[in-house]
C-alpha cells in the first residue's frame, strides 16, 4: 500500500537525505524531519510500527501515527 510517512534523516549541506540513506560522499550537516513517499511492507500491531520500502528503495521504520495513506 502505498503512503507518505515522516521520518527525521540525517541530512547533507543541501537538505537530502545522507549517511546510509545516500549514495553521494557528503557528510552529514544536520538532522531534519522528512516528508517522503513509500509502500508499507509490515507492520508490528503490538508496537504500532509500520515497515515502509521507499520509493529509493531504503527501509524505515516509523511509528503508526507518523504515516498518511495515499488513497488510489
Known amino acids: 500500500m502505498e503512503c507518505t510517512y515522516k521520518f527525521k534523516f540525517p541530512v547533507d549541506e543541501f537538505g537530502r537525505p545522507g549517511g ?3 549514495m553521494a560522499d557528503l ?4 538532522h531534519k524531519e522528512l516528508s517522503r513517499t513509500g509502500k508499507i511492507t ?3 500491531l503490538e ?3 509500520y515497515k515502509i520500502k521507499d520509493k ?3 527501509t524505515v ?3 503508526f ?3 498518511r495513506l495515499c488513497e488510489e
Open 20 to 22: 546510509m540513506y545516500s
Open 27 to 30: 557528510p552529514i550537516a544536520y
Open 42 to 44: 509490515g507492520r508490528d
Open 47 to 49: 508496537l504500532g510500527l
Open 56 to 58: 529509493e528503495g531504503f
Open 61 to 63: 521504520i516509523v511509528p
Open 65 to 67: 501515527k507518523a504515516v
